[in-house]
């Protein structure tokens, strides 16, 4: 893996100082270089001992990272990229954090010199609360943090971003951005917009219906809830997600329409199986299980020495749901030209169906459980 000594944080708001904070807990040789446009930011970050240097511009800041994170507003993302391109080390790993991945990720690989390399990272996590105050070093545990490779992504270079991500608690897992943008159009993008357009929808009849508000009830107060969340975060993401977002609407307009027409029906059966196929799908939305190391099991993989070969290998294993717990190569002489890939995954049915991913994709693999029968 390549070694990571200088990490350099851009944009120290809550994820970006979270960010901070977690990698300079591992207790490993981390310096870690902060900027942001707010002076205040820098100065509080520093002062919490978030962040080892403050750094006077982007510049600066970049110049001399081994890592760089970019945890700034969607819309300025490219910018910093512009600004930094020029004064890079050679051989630096550049991520972000931004909920929108295709258009971003295709963008900074058009810009960046050939010695630089783009990871795009989405961690799915935060807070009601904003800013460097409100940053905390567990932020990220047990939460998903995607990572977005390409054809193009370095084996070395995903490796060690993955490695780092998992070890500050993050469940990381890899998938194409335009995979990424399909999926958190539906479950994240999709849902915020709902949840405006209701507010707005009673905020404008409570004009007539003059106790509209002071009736509302606990299931409208949780639907309603993200639609108090940063307007000009969301404006970005909207924006920049927009083909997507517009595919899911037309989704969600097509079930509204079947349902509406199942009511102009009097169609008791299709509201109660509607009702009931719903109540059914969010019992059983997948949780969180703790790790059970009597589950875990080990997929061992011949990969070749050629660029994409991880990414490949990752993108089949987790597209189809499966998170990678644990991920490393070795060179081996069991496997001329090449290295031996190893995996961790949990759950019987997850191994068989990693393995059978992985095959597919045209690598040969064994799997055996961590701990035998």
């Not at 490796?159 to 897992?173: M, P, Q």
């Not at 993200?226 to 404006?235: C, D, E, G, P, V």
Request: proline residues 3%.
């Amino acid at each position: 893996m390549k070694n990571i000594r200088n990490i350099t944080v851009i944009g120290l708001g809550l994820i970006g100082g979270s960010l901070a904070l977690a990698l300079k807990r591992l207790g490993k040789n981390f310096v870690v270089t902060g900027y942001d446009i707010e002076n205040d930011a820098m100065n509080i970050a520093k002062y919490r001992n978030i962040i080892d240097i403050i750094a006077s511009d982007y510049i600066e800041a970049s110049k001399n990272a081994d890592l760089i994170i970019i945890a700034t507003p969607l819309s300025k993302i490219i910018d910093v990229v512009e600004s930094i391109k020029y004064n890079l080390k050679k051989d630096v790993i550049i991520t972000d954090v931004g909920s929108a991945k295709e258009k971003i990720v295709k963008k900074i690989n058009n810009i960046l010199p050939e010695d630089a390399y783009f990871i795009g990272g989405h961690p799915m996590a935060g807070s009601e609360n904003e800013g460097v105050l409100s940053a905390k070093p567990d932020l990220f545990k047990n939460a998903f943090y995607i990572l977005t490779p390409t054809e193009d992504t370095i084996t070395e270079h995903l490796l060690t971003l993955h490695n780092i991500l998992t070890k500050i608690g993050a469940r990381v897992i890899s998938i194409s951005p335009e995979e990424h943008d399909e999926n958190v159009a539906l479950i994240s993008h999709l849902p915020h917009i709902l949840s405006t357009n209701l507010i707005e929808i009673v905020n404008d009849r409570q004009k007539k219906l003059k106790n509209l508000f002071k009736l509302c009830a606990g299931g409208f107060r949780d639907m309603t809830r993200i639609a108090a969340s940063n307007t000009k975060m969301w404006l970005d993401i909207t924006i920049e997600n927009r083909e997507e977002i517009i595919k899911s609407i037309d989704l969600y307009i097509n079930h509204l329409e079947k349902f509406k027409k199942g009511l102009y029906g009097n169609d008791a059966d299709f509201i109660r199986e509607h009702y009931l196929k719903a109540q059914e799908a969010r019992i059983n939305l997948p949780k969180y299980v703790e790790k059970d190391i009597s589950k875990l099991f080990e997929l061992k993989v011949a990969i070749p020495d050629k660029p994409g070969s991880l990414s490949e290998i990752t993108l089949a294993i987790s597209s189809k749901g499966i998170n990678i717990e644990d991920i490393s190569i070795f060179h081996s002489t069991e496997f001329s030209g090449g290295g031996i890939l190893k995996l961790l995954v949990q759950g019987d049915d997850e191994s068989r169906i990693a393995r059978e991913a992985v095959g597919n994709a045209g690598y040969g693999v064994k799997v055996k459980k961590i701990l035998g029968e």
